[in-house]
């Protein structure tokens, strides 16, 4: 290699070192600052940060009658996937 193809190459690797490390911060600051209205809210976050909400000690009557609606809506979206939730 000639000075001109390492002058090149050293100009062409510091470029792209240069817009890798830029690269790291991209999209850090593309979301918005918005007030929680829940914050606090131990129905929706639980009493601490490791313990369920309230709202998951809901328990709802299965309806048979449903499975076939929702099954063929998850057809349709799905094509094909099978039920992933468990029945007790």
Do not use: W
Not at 22 to 28: A, G, I, L, P, V
Not at 30 to 51: A, L, T
Not at 55 to 67: M, S, T
Request: charged share 25%.
């Amino acid at each position: 290699m000639n000075d001109r193809e390492m002058k090149f190459n050293k100009i062409v690797a510091f470029v792209a070192g240069l817009a890798l490390m830029t690269s790291c911060e991209y999209q850090k600051y593309n979301h918005i600052e918005q007030k929680d209205v829940n914050s606090g809210n131990d129905y929706v976050y639980g009493v601490s940060p490791d313990s369920l909400p309230r709202q998951l000690a809901n328990k709802y009557e299965p309806k048979p009658e449903l499975d076939t609606r929702v099954n063929a809506i998850r057809e349709k979206l799905y094509r094909g996937t099978s039920n992933a939730v468990v029945k007790q």
